[in-house]
């Protein structure tokens, strides 16, 4: 009988001490940060909760023990550690400590994502795109069709690919109007103006920029990068105006358009004025590019606001990372001049030698939005037609980890706010 109390205890000891979660690192020893979060978004998409344990390792993710899982990050290159039920309690009673500024966010809901972006072929990437199909988090692609048909609140998520919502193709036209992509894309706008009843393209972009205003009034979340940042604004400031040279619309822009711009219709800028130069590769004085910008590539960091998880989860988590400092890199709108950014907006990335924000966050009715300048986190200056980045050689960039970090976003269970 003895024995057979002891064979009971040892079995019973055995059980409780038998592992029951898999702790996802993201401190520097996750060995590919970007697939993490691909198995995060694997597991909500088969009824089953995340818990991102926020500033904890690099923001890491803990998950209930299931083999399927374990096998998953094993084919995927996801670097897991397998911890006893008492170890994870262990960890999450550290983390509530009102002394220490870490905190858990429970993750409920994979959200649908949709990709704004063009069907016909441009010379150039998006990093959105890259990262969801490397970290293999479907999405569904949107243009202005789908958009001014209504199907954006059937998506949680929205992305603006690198894009011109003012209808002058990207200030392109001094040094590509002869390139065939070019030509090809005016063409393809045009048509789908007429085709969707806009006399110009300029009015069907804005058509599309307030059906997404729209979505974010709604409870939507914005994510936009490079041009489609301070283009979407400058179209919604610009409703009713005619900020378009001939060559883009076939008549003069109103030469008082900088005098009738209304700030308080956009999200993040105000106060600031366009480009009346169709020739200049910029849509105003919002972003900050060279020459008035004087850093070098050496040089060009952007910090991460440091801040507090128990008090602040939303920013928290959108700046969950294993670096603090995160390399800079250009676009055609690399970065925003601070001066600019309205008061409310809420920085989390600056150059503060530059005095420029390079990742900002805002609220706007029920809905988020949030800008992240620049093209390419891994591609310093990337050019027009330059090879598609191979994120297979970048799996642990901070850059890009800021990108999915807002894919997430959605998908967290909301906290009533602190007073």
Same mark, same amino acid.
């Given at each position: 009988?003895?024995?057979?109390?002891?064979?009971?205890?040892?079995?019973?000891?055995?059980?409780?001490?038998?592992?029951?979660?898999?702790?996802?690192?993201?401190?520097?020893?996750?060995?590919?940060?970007?697939?993490?979060?691909?198995?995060?978004?694997?597991?909500?998409?088969?009824?089953?909760?995340?818990?991102?344990?926020?500033?904890?390792?690099?923001?890491?993710?803990?998950?209930?023990?299931?083999?399927?899982?374990?096998?998953?990050?094993?084919?995927?290159?996801?670097?897991?550690?397998?911890? $006893?039920?008492?170890? /994870?309690?262990?960890?999450?009673?550290?983390?509530? +400590?009102? %002394? &220490?500024? !870490?905190?858990?966010?429970? #993750?409920?809901?994979?959200?649908?994502?949709?990709?704004?972006?063009?069907?016909?072929?441009?010379?150039?990437?998006?990093?959105?795109?890259? $990262?969801?199909?490397? /970290?293999?988090?479907?999405?569904?692609?949107?243009? +202005?069709? %789908? &958009?001014? !048909?209504?199907?954006?609140? #059937?998506?949680?998520?929205?992305?603006?690919?690198?894009?011109?919502?003012?209808?002058?193709?990207?200030?392109?036209?001094?040094?590509?109007?002869?390139?065939?992509?070019?030509?090809?894309?005016?063409?393809?706008?045009?048509?789908?103006?007429?085709?969707?009843?806009?006399?110009?393209?300029?009015?069907?972009?804005?058509?599309?920029?307030?059906?997404?205003?729209?979505?974010?009034?709604?409870?939507?979340?914005?994510?936009?990068?490079?041009?489609?940042?301070?283009?979407?604004?400058?179209?919604?400031?610009?409703?009713?105006?005619?900020?378009?040279?001939?060559?883009?619309?076939?008549?003069?822009?109103?030469?008082?358009?900088?005098?009738?711009?209304?700030?308080?219709?956009?999200?993040?800028?105000?106060?600031?004025?366009?480009?009346?130069?169709?020739?200049?590769?910029?849509?105003?004085?919002?972003?900050?590019?060279?020459?008035?910008?004087?850093?070098?590539?050496?040089?060009?960091?952007?910090?991460?606001?440091?801040?507090?998880?128990?008090?602040?989860?939303?920013?928290?988590?959108?700046?969950?990372?294993?670096?603090?400092?995160?390399?800079?890199?250009?676009?055609?709108?690399?970065?925003?001049?601070?001066?600019?950014?309205?008061?409310?907006?809420?920085?989390?990335?600056?150059?503060?030698?530059?005095?420029?924000?390079?990742?900002?966050?805002?609220?706007?009715?029920?809905?988020?939005?949030?800008?992240?300048?620049?093209?390419?986190?891994?591609?310093?200056?990337?050019?027009?037609?330059?090879?598609?980045?191979?994120?297979?050689?970048?799996?642990?960039?901070?850059?890009?980890?800021?990108?999915?970090?807002?894919?997430?976003?959605?998908?967290?269970?909301?906290?009533?706010?602190?007073?």
């Amino acid at each position: 009988m003895k024995r057979l109390l002891l064979l009971a205890f040892a079995l019973l000891t055995l059980l409780n001490a038998r592992a029951a979660f898999l702790l996802i690192p993201m401190d520097e020893s996750q060995t590919n940060h970007l697939k993490a979060y691909g198995i995060a978004y694997y597991v909500l998409q088969r009824d089953l909760d995340v818990q991102w344990l926020l500033n904890y390792r690099g923001g890491s993710f803990l998950i209930r023990q299931v083999p399927a899982i374990e096998q998953e990050c094993s084919i995927r290159g996801v670097s897991f550690q397998v911890i $006893a039920d008492a170890q /994870a309690a262990s960890i999450l009673a550290a983390i509530s +400590d009102p %002394e &220490v500024n !870490q905190d858990v966010v429970k #993750l409920e809901k994979a959200p649908k994502i949709a990709v704004y972006s063009p069907k016909n072929k441009m010379p150039w990437d998006d990093a959105v795109t890259l $990262a969801l199909t490397y /970290a293999e988090i479907p999405y569904e692609v949107v243009y +202005d069709e %789908e &958009v001014l !048909q209504g199907k954006l609140p #059937l998506y949680d998520w929205l992305h603006l690919h690198h894009e011109d919502f003012t209808g002058q193709y990207g200030r392109f036209w001094s040094a590509y109007r002869n390139a065939p992509w070019y030509q090809e894309d005016v063409r393809i706008q045009e048509s789908m103006a007429a085709k969707l009843g806009y006399q110009k393209v300029s009015q069907m972009k804005l058509a599309v920029a307030l059906r997404i205003r729209d979505f974010v009034v709604g409870g939507g979340y914005l994510f936009a990068m490079c041009s489609a940042t301070d283009s979407y604004d400058i179209a919604l400031s610009a409703e009713g105006v005619d900020i378009c040279e001939s060559m883009f619309d076939g008549d003069p822009a109103d030469p008082k358009m900088n005098s009738k711009l209304n700030y308080e219709s956009t999200f993040a800028f105000r106060n600031y004025k366009l480009s009346t130069n169709p020739s200049e590769y910029e849509f105003s004085d919002i972003d900050n590019q060279p020459p008035q910008r004087r850093i070098g590539r050496t040089e060009d960091m952007f910090t991460l606001f440091d801040f507090s998880a128990k008090w602040d989860p939303v920013p928290t988590m959108l700046c969950q990372n294993h670096e603090q400092v995160i390399k800079g890199f250009m676009g055609q709108t690399t970065a925003f001049k601070e001066k600019f950014i309205k008061p409310g907006v809420l920085i989390m990335g600056e150059t503060k030698s530059e005095n420029e924000a390079r990742y900002i966050h805002g609220e706007y009715g029920k809905g988020t939005w949030t800008f992240y300048s620049g093209h390419d986190p891994e591609d310093y200056q990337h050019q027009v037609g330059d090879p598609v980045t191979d994120l297979a050689l970048h799996p642990n960039s901070p850059g890009y980890r800021l990108i999915l970090n807002n894919v997430l976003f959605p998908a967290a269970k909301k906290k009533k706010q602190k007073t």
